[in-house]
């Protein structure tokens, strides 16, 4: 798999952590829809689902660095407290 999905520490931009950048979610999604369908046809089986460990890999980084980023702006519960003394 491509290096790019691991998410080390000294990656700092989302950017530089994608595998698949030029495609959108929806289109990952819909490719991996075909892609399921055609192993269920046994079709090109092989590569398919080496594609689909990458498409799979792709979403999987994709939603971390969407939690990540949302974490980043929790506001607090109450001013002045922190959430765990609630």
């Known amino acids: ?5 691991s998410g080390g520490a000294s990656e700092t931009s989302g950017a ?3 595998d698949l950048p030029h ?19 046994r079709r090109t089986t092989e590569a398919g689902t080496a594609l ?8 999987e980084a994709r939603r971390t660095l969407r939690f990540e980023n949302a974490a980043k702006d929790v506001p607090p519960l109450y001013r002045g407290m ?3 003394d609630v």
């Open 23 to 41: 495609l959108t979610r929806r289109e990952l999604l819909s490719h991996r829809a075909k892609l399921e369908r055609a192993i269920a046809r």
């Open 1 to 5: 798999m491509a290096e790019g999905v």
């Open 82 to 84: 922190r959430d765990e």
């Open 16 to 18: 530089s952590r994608l």
């Open 52 to 59: 689909l460990a990458r498409i799979e890999a792709e979403l």
